[in-house]
């Protein structure tokens, strides 16, 4: 999502330097959006705090929002509170992420946990079990989710994580990103990124993304992220076949017809894997589709969710 120095990154445009710090010009829906009422807590989970954030009344059916990676919760911001209208919506940090706590390790297994401890702790499994959605990195804690405890669902829905063929998945860790300290909170907002770099016209939302991405360190700023959340994470990537054996609730798949990442040809490999599985490409968007297009995404989870789909 951010870029550091000395990176290749440095090269691309900034899609906030234009604005010098100030904020762009945001529509009606969204402001409406931020000045609906949610709450927040925090919960421990296996030694570290998990922080989540809800909209909607306690006691409605559950919905868990899970963010990509190095990312956090108020990227759901402009989905959440139309979402609870008739959800209870929980949006939570995952460890190293966020507001939550950093750990000496991280572990795919572990990040499902926390999971369903920020669901519970902020009321998503009040009305029994709850959805889960998860955006790139998250959709791939969703489906460790699906494997682990997803008798306890009543359905995942991945949005834009590629599920590839064995010999085609990612070995590598990705590179080392954060950690750099910037003078000023507005020289900060322009080095933000998207990752993988793409064009977004919603600007107000990229730079409310951004915003929320900071904190103090000193008399400067820094990304909350754990610089070293990549090398510390464990992650074993599974054959899908032998995912289909242990997936224990209903599954759905959300793409951007313009993916970078989940393209035409991986898209296929996905519908052939997942057969029974409803699948939706939103059109007009690219791998962050919940910031291209986030009230078409809120309007195919809304559908999906009360298609009698989810049956878990």
């Known amino acids: 999502m951010n870029d550091t120095a000395n990176s290749k990154k440095d090269v691309l445009p900034s899609p906030l330097a ?52 190095v990312a956090h919760k108020q990227w759901w911001d402009a989905l959440g509170p ?60 969703v489906m460790m989710a699906t494997m682990t405890y997803g008798a306890e669902l009543k359905g995942a829905i991945v949005l834009d994580s590629p599920i590839k063929p064995p010999e085609e998945q990612r070995r590598s860790t990705p590179p080392q990103r954060g950690g750099k300290v910037y003078e000023s ?50 992650y074993n990537r599974r054959d899908p076949a032998e995912m289909l054996k242990l997936i224990a609730c209903p599954l ?19 519908r052939a894997a997942f057969k029974t599985a409803p699948m939706v490409s939103i059109p007009e968007a690219q791998h962050h589709l919940i910031l291209d297009q986030p009230l078409a995404v809120v309007t195919a989870l809304d559908a999906l969710m009360a298609s009698g789909w989810g049956q878990g």
């Open 185 to 234: 909170f507005e020289y900060a907002l322009t080095r933000f990124r998207l990752l993988p770099h793409q064009p977004c016209e919603n600007d107000f939302l990229l730079d409310h993304v951004a915003r929320q991405s900071l904190r103090r360190e000193g008399d400067g700023w820094i990304w909350k992220f754990d610089p070293n959340l990549w090398p510390k994470l464990a």
């Open 82 to 141: 139309f979402l609870a209208r008739r959800y209870r919506v929980v949006a939570l940090d995952l460890s190293g992420m966020g507001d939550s706590g950093w750990r000496d390790a991280y572990r795919m297994e572990l990040y499902a946990e926390e999971v369903r401890a920020a669901g519970k702790a902020g009321g998503a499994f009040d009305a029994g079990k709850p959805f889960i959605a998860g955006h790139s990195f998250g959709g791939f804690v």
């Open 252 to 270: 759905a798949f959300i793409r951007g017809s313009e993916s970078e990442l989940v393209t035409d040809e991986v898209w296929d490999f996905m």
């Open 18 to 69: 234009r604005f010098e710090g100030q904020q762009p010009p945001a529509p009606d829906w969204f402001a409406r959006a931020l000045n609906t009422p949610s709450d927040s807590g925090t919960t421990e989970c296996e030694g570290a705090t998990i922080a989540w954030k809800a909209w909607g009344a306690r006691g409605q059916p559950g919905l868990i929002l899970i963010h990509g990676g």
